[in-house]
């Protein structure tokens, strides 16, 4: 089959989230001016390069987690374990302002070093991060699009030593979860390595 988006695709559930995956998913906890504290997951989520260390999340529509980042230019990227699957989507509960989803999902909070929003104390891993850009991206007609693309700089790093097997981090062991298409999810458990090809004339 073949569609154009604008035009529909005719089938029961738009098929893009699930071609579009494993996306990672980004655990974003975020600190507003107010001492607001905010925790929510997007999938839509990704490291950008490492020169420097970049990554970005995009919120479809303006969302605490953007609102929050926007005043004070700090979060933090949380990575989400198998064993905390169902506390993260706890997060992704339409909390009122003000309202913690830290308390609502049952987690606790570890001071970040470098940030002031706090990392998820349970998580293995953290990126802590501070705001480049926040761009709202236009589409082909050069309407904006409603969605709220976040780049931050990774200024730390947080890994929990569990996961580190010979001074590598293990994503087996973090049993890192990812995002597919309609309410589908995966957890890392196996994976394999391939070696990039010389060129020979």
Known sequence: MFYEPSKGHGLPHDPFKAIVAPRPIGWISSLAKDGSLNLAPYSFFNALGTHPHMVMFSSEGRKDSATFIGETGEFVANLVSRNLAEKM????????????????AGLGQAPSRLVAPPRVAEAL??????????????????????????????????????????????????????????????????????IRPRWKD
Do not use: H, Q
């Open 89 to 104: 989507n706890a997060t992704s509960v339409d909390a009122p302002r003000g309202k913690s989803e830290f308390d609502f």
């Open 125 to 194: 891993a953290a990126l802590e991060c501070k705001v480049t850009d926040i761009y709202e991206p236009r589409g082909l007609d050069g309407r904006v699009s409603g969605n709220i693309v976040v780049f931050g700089e990774v200024v730390g790093v947080y890994i929990d030593e569990v996961v580190l097997t010979d001074g590598m981090f293990d994503i087996v062991k973090a049993g890192t979860v990812s995002r597919l298409g309609y309410r589908d999810y995966a957890a890392i458990t196996e994976t394999f390595e391939m």
